[in-house]
């Protein structure tokens, strides 16, 4: 378990925001429900998505939340190597409706990348991002693979960020 103060790692940040990093079975009941409602409230409620957002390999994930004050603000998942990918992949990123255009997206996901690096180091990261957000992964070191796909009606594209080590 992870559970860190956002101004240590990054002091320019917001003030107040602590990251929590835990496999499925050490959740409880209800942060479980937290990051549920906002899986649901985002993917379904916000972009539509129709399929149901809980699937198999939540069982099989690093689960990763960003909670300012204490109220839910983000989160991604992080499948372990072989499971969806060869390598270790972030999935499901989302920022709730309140903490968005704050730079909280970068910070998670900067996050989960040093904690990947810690627990599978010499591994790449995938991640299937939708394509509108290409840039804001190619920031963060990903590069795309593959040609475009739609996956729920939404355009998304396939990239690969090399191993730090």
């Known amino acids: 378990m992870l559970f860190c103060h956002l101004n ?8 107040n925001i602590h990251f929590h990093w835990a ?3 050490n959740l409880s009941g209800p942060q479980f429900h937290a990051i549920m409602l ?11 998505i ?8 939540d069982t099989h994930c690093w689960h990763l939340t960003a909670l300012h004050d204490g109220k839910f603000a983000a989160y991604l998942r992080v499948v372990d190597p072989g ?6 992949s972030i999935g499901r990123v989302l920022t709730t409706q309140a903490h ?7 910070h998670i996901m900067q996050v989960a990348i040093d904690k990947i690096a810690e627990i599978y180091p010499g591994q790449p990261i995938r991640i299937s991002a939708q394509s509108h957000l290409q840039p804001f992964y190619a920031k963060l070191g990903f590069a795309t693979v593959g040609d475009e796909y ?7 594209i396939e990239m690969l960020r090399p191993s730090a080590r």
């Open 8 to 15: 240590k790692l990054y002091p320019h940040a917001m003030t």
């Open 23 to 25: 496999r499925l079975e």
């Open 38 to 48: 906002a899986r649901q409230t985002v993917f379904i409620g916000e972009q539509h």
């Open 50 to 57: 129709c399929c149901p957002d809980a699937d198999d390999h």
């Open 83 to 88: 499971e969806k990918y060869p390598e270790p």
């Open 100 to 106: 968005r255009r704050i730079g909280l997206g970068k």
């Open 150 to 156: 739609l996956e729920e009606g939404i355009p998304h």
